[in-house]
């Protein structure tokens, strides 16, 4: 089975500077989706970012960029210029792309505090 | 274009009591997801479809049933709610070959 690990319950940065959340997963599969969703004290989750397998160059999304390292398992998150909306819960998540209807698999969230 | 909804946004139950949450898309998806999340963990899938009139079980499906009666909506029922069902729901939607899913505001349910 396939499992996503957040290894930084919570991170902080100072606004307009930049900060990175790991992520890293486990599968057997070569084919499969990667993403960052941010949930803030709303509770909305929202899409960040997507990362497909297969391709190697980094996704970017403005000032929210990914490190994907395949060999590694690796997925970290950027975020440059750091605005105090940033402040959330961050989840990394996989999918297979295999089969229809695949659900998301979670990591535990890193909680991100921005200070200004 | 509202995306996807929940109803409704909070709930107290008593244990044993029974409820229905609703999930309404209006994107034309084919594919939708119940989630619970709970503290310290990101989001466990419930039930999902794949269809109008197809249902299946996803990782934390006991005293959980779904149905898909209609395309846009996907409704999660509680038949004898348990303190342990505390928690909040997300429904998410899918297009086809989209592989990407698009989450509701979110349900808190608290069971008493």
């Known amino acids: 089975a396939q499992t996503v690990t957040q290894s930084q319950p919570e991170m902080s940065v100072q606004e307009a500077e930049t900060v990175t959340l790991s992520c890293t997963y486990d599968t057997s599969e070569s084919d499969y989706y990667l993403f960052w969703y941010k949930q803030p004290p709303s509770r909305q989750m929202i899409l960040v970012i997507r990362q497909e397998a297969y391709k190697q160059q980094n996704a970017t999304e403005n000032r929210f960029s990914v490190n994907f390292q395949k060999a590694a398992k690796s997925f970290s998150l950027k975020i440059s210029d750091s605005q105090l909306g940033d402040a959330a819960m961050y989840f990394c998540a996989y999918r297979n792309s295999r089969t229809f209807g695949n659900k998301l698999v979670f990591g535990a969230g890193t909680i991100l505090r921005v200070k200004s | 274009n509202a995306g996807v909804t929940q109803t409704p946004k909070f709930r107290v139950l008593k244990t044993g009591q029974s409820m229905t949450l609703l999930c309404a898309q209006d994107m034309n998806h084919e594919y939708m997801y119940w989630y619970r999340q709970d503290p310290g963990m990101g989001l466990r899938l419930i039930h999902y479809?794949?269809?109008?009139?197809?249902?299946a079980k996803g990782e934390v499906p006991d005293g959980y049933n779904v149905s898909r009666l209609k395309k846009q909506n996907f409704l999660l029922g509680l038949e004898s709610a348990a303190p342990s069902q505390t928690s909040v729901y997300f429904c998410?939607?899918?297009?086809?070959?989209?592989?990407?899913?698009?989450f509701g505001p979110g349900t808190r349910l608290l069971v008493l």
């Open positions: 998410a939607s899918e297009g086809t070959g989209q592989e990407t899913q698009y």
């Open positions: 479809s794949v269809g109008e009139g197809t249902t």
